[in-house]
C-alpha cells in the first residue's frame, strides 16, 4: 500500500472547496485527516473562550462530515511540530498538504515546521483555501499593496474569481494503527466548552456550527433577507445580515462559494444587483484586513499611525468594567455589550458604536476593546478584529478619523428608532417609549415611574456626559498634532 498523505486542517473546517483536501485525494494515496489545538509553545495568540465554544462544534462537524466520506478527523494537542512528527513515525506518512494563514506567528511557525518535513525528505504543499485573493496578489500599478479600500476593491471588481471546487463524496482512508489511536484526543477532553459556570448557554440557540450549517446560513439568507440588505444590515433590530461571520472565521464556508452563489442569484434576479454588491465588498473588506495584516503584522498589538504611541490614554478600569458589563448608562451601547456576552456576537453597526465609545468617550485604549471582543465574539478574526479597532480608533491605515465621534443617543435614534433592540437586550427599559429610550435621564420623572425605571438603581445614568467627554477626546488628540493635524480638525 502507497505511504499515507496528511491533511493539517486549521480554521478550514470543511470538505467543499477545500483546496488543500482536493489536492491529497488527487495523490491517490490514502488520506489521513488531522487537526492540531496548538498551545503557547508554538507562540501563537490563545483562542478566546467564545471562539473556542465555536471550535468544539465546528470540529465536531467536520468529524461527522469526514466519517460519511470515508475518513474521520484525528484530533492532537500540543505543539504543532511535535504532533505531526509523531503521526509521521506512526503512519510513514510521505507527504502534508495545508491551506495557508497570515498572522506573523502563524506564518514563522509554518515555515519551520515546512523546513524540518522537508528537510526529512517529506512533501509539503500549501494552498489558499481562506481568502478570494492572497495578500500578495492585489497591488497597486506601483506593485505595491493598496493601503486604502475602495481602489483595492475595485482592483478586485476587475479579476476574475476562481471556481469552487466540490466536497468530495469520498476520501481514501486508512485504518488507525494503535499508534494513531495512542496519540488521538477526546474532544470533550479539551475543554473547550465552558462548565462552571456555563456562561454560553444561550449560544446554542443562536448558532450552529458546522460546514452543512453554514451552506443553509447562506441559502436562506440569500432567499430571505438579501433584498434590501444594502440599508437593512445597519438597522440592529433586524435579521438583515448574513450572520456567516463565525462560518468563515473557522472556514465552514469559503468566500468563492459565496461569491459564487450570489453571482449566480443575481443572474437570475438583476434586480438584487445593489443589494449583492454591498455584500461582495463586505467579502472583500475580509480580504483587505487579511492584506493589511500580512503587510503590518504589528496591527493587533501596536497603533498603526506613530503619533498614537503617545496618546494619553485614562485606562480607567471602573469605565473598562462598566462598558464591558453593558452599564454605561447610553442604552444602545448596553444593549451591544449584552447581546455580545449573551450570543457571542454583536450587529455591525454597534461594533462600531460600543468601539468609538470605549475610545473616544472614555478615552481607553483600543487594545482594551481589541482583547474583549477576542475573547467574547465567536468571530473573533485575527485580521478583522485588529483592524476594526485600529480603524475605529484612527490609528489603522485608511482609518477613520479620530475627531469622527460617534453620539450614542443619536445613533441610537437612527438606527434603533423604536428601541427594540434595546428592549430586546436592556429589558428594564422594556417599557419606556420610542422617544426617550435612548436617554431615558430625558424622560420625565412620570414616564420612567410608569416604566418602572429608576435612574442609578435600576438602571445608570451616563458615566461620562457625552458632550464634555467629546471635548476631552479632541483635546487629547489636539495633544498629539501638529499643523497638520490641527487642519484635519478645523475641516
Not at 418602572?452 to 456626559?465: A, N
Request: one cysteine or more; hydrophobic letters at 40%.
Amino acid at each position: 500500500m502507497a505511504s499515507p498523505v496528511l491533511v493539517w486542517f486549521r480554521d478550514d473546517y470543511r470538505l467543499g472547496d477545500n483546496p488543500a483536501l482536493a489536492a491529497a485525494i488527487e495523490t491517490g494515496a490514502p488520506v489521513i485527516c488531522l487537526t492540531i489545538l496548538e498551545n503557547a509553545a508554538d507562540g501563537l495568540r490563545p483562542m478566546g473562550a467564545a471562539a473556542r465554544w465555536w471550535l468544539h462544534g465546528s470540529l465536531k462537524a467536520l468529524d461527522e462530515s469526514l466519517r460519511k466520506a470515508g475518513s474521520r478527523l484525528l484530533l492532537l494537542h500540543g505543539p504543532a511540530l511535535e504532533a505531526i512528527e509523531a503521526v509521521i513515525s506512526a503512519t510513514g506518512a510521505s507527504a502534508i498538504f495545508w491551506n495557508r494563514r497570515y498572522a506573523a506567528a502563524e506564518i514563522a511557525l509554518d515555515s519551520t515546521i515546512k523546513k524540518r518535513l522537508t528537510d526529512r525528505g517529506l512533501s509539503v504543499q500549501s494552498f489558499n483555501g481562506r481568502l478570494l485573493n492572497e495578500p500578495w496578489q492585489v497591488l497597486n500599478q506601483a506593485g505595491k499593496p493598496f493601503q486604502v479600500f475602495t481602489p483595492y476593491l475595485r482592483a478586485v471588481l476587475a479579476r476574475p474569481v476562481e471556481a469552487p471546487r466540490p466536497a468530495p463524496r469520498t476520501i481514501p482512508g486508512t485504518p488507525w494503527s494503535k499508534g494513531m489511536t495512542a496519540l488521538s484526543v477526546d474532544l470533550e477532553g479539551l475543554g473547550l466548552r465552558p462548565t462552571n459556570p456555563d456562561w454560553a448557554t444561550e449560544f446554542g440557540g443562536t448558532w450552529q456550527p458546522g460546514e452543512r450549517n453554514a451552506r443553509q446560513r447562506l441559502i436562506d439568507f440569500l432567499e430571505g433577507s438579501l433584498q434590501g440588505y444594502a440599508l437593512g444590515r445597519d438597522a440592529p433590530a433586524r435579521d438583515a445580515t448574513s450572520r456567516l461571520s463565525p462560518h468563515f472565521r473557522f472556514g465552514e464556508i469559503s468566500p468563492r462559494q459565496v461569491w459564487r452563489a450570489v453571482s449566480h442569484l443575481v443572474g437570475e434576479r438583476p434586480e438584487l444587483a445593489p443589494d449583492a454588491q454591498k455584500l461582495l465588498s463586505e467579502v472583500v473588506w475580509r480580504d483587505f484586513s487579511y492584506q493589511l495584516l500580512h503587510v503590518y503584522p504589528h496591527l493587533p498589538e501596536k497603533s498603526h499611525a506613530p503619533r498614537f504611541a503617545k496618546f494619553p490614554w485614562d485606562n480607567d478600569p471602573k469605565n473598562l468594567k462598566a462598558w464591558q458589563r453593558g452599564r454605561t448608562g447610553y442604552p444602545i451601547v448596553d444593549a451591544g455589550m449584552r447581546q455580545l456576552w449573551r450570543t457571542g456576537w454583536m450587529h455591525n453597526r454597534v461594533r462600531m458604536i460600543v468601539a468609538s465609545f470605549l475610545v473616544k468617550h472614555l478615552l481607553t485604549d483600543w487594545r482594551h476593546g481589541e482583547a474583549w471582543f477576542w475573547d467574547t465574539l465567536v468571530d473573533a478574526d485575527p485580521a478583522n478584529n485588529a483592524f476594526s479597532w485600529q480603524w475605529i480608533a484612527g490609528s489603522g491605515p485608511d482609518s477613520s478619523p479620530f475627531h469622527r465621534i460617534f453620539n450614542p443617543v443619536t445613533q441610537g435614534e437612527k438606527f434603533d428608532p423604536k428601541g427594540d433592540y434595546v428592549r430586546t437586550f436592556v429589558p428594564e427599559l422594556a417599557g419606556v417609549p420610542a422617544n426617550f429610550i435612548h436617554k431615558p435621564w430625558d424622560a420625565p420623572a412620570s414616564v420612567l415611574k410608569d416604566a418602572g425605571v429608576e435612574l442609578d438603581k435600576t438602571y445608570p445614568g451616563p458615566i461620562v456626559p457625552h458632550g464634555p467627554a467629546r471635548e476631552r477626546a479632541l483635546a487629547a488628540f489636539r495633544s498629539l498634532r501638529d499643523g497638520e493635524y490641527g487642519t484635519e480638525l478645523d475641516r
